[in-house]
Nanobody, 120 residues
């Protein structure tokens, strides 16, 4: 079984910064894709930033130039550096990964989420 654990959320003022972390653990053979989604109250879950299976990055238009996704493959960890935060960034942020287990079964996994609140 594979687990994703997020950390780094919290309360920050507009214009501030946060760094989210997501660590994958378990019987992992390979991580095929990994990234971040977010969901605000009353809204649908949306992609924020992700590494694709080809190693390239995708960003939502609303966060381009402000957020940066990075990874430490040795630690099976992905990060989201969030700068110039706006109130509209307030949401629960979820880590997501497509992972092939050592059994060679590929599945989609979700973390439990971490709250990011941007408010003065």
């Amino acid at each position: 079984q594979v687990q994703l654990v997020e950390s780094g959320g919290g309360l920050v003022q507009p214009g501030g910064s946060l760094r989210l972390s997501c660590a994958a653990s378990g019987s992992i053979f390979s991580i095929n894709a990994m990234g971040w989604y977010r969901q605000a109250p009353g809204k649908q879950r949306e992609l924020v930033a992700a590494f694709t299976s080809g190693g390239s990055t995708n960003y939502a238009d609303s966060v381009k130039g402000r957020f940066t996704i990075s990874r430490d493959s040795a630690k099976n960890t992905v990060y989201l550096q969030m700068n110039s935060l706006k109130p509209e960034d307030t949401a629960v942020y979820y880590c997501n990964a497509v992972i092939t287990a050592r059994s060679l079964i590929m599945l989609n996994y979700w973390g439990q989420g971490t709250q990011v609140t941007v408010s003065s």
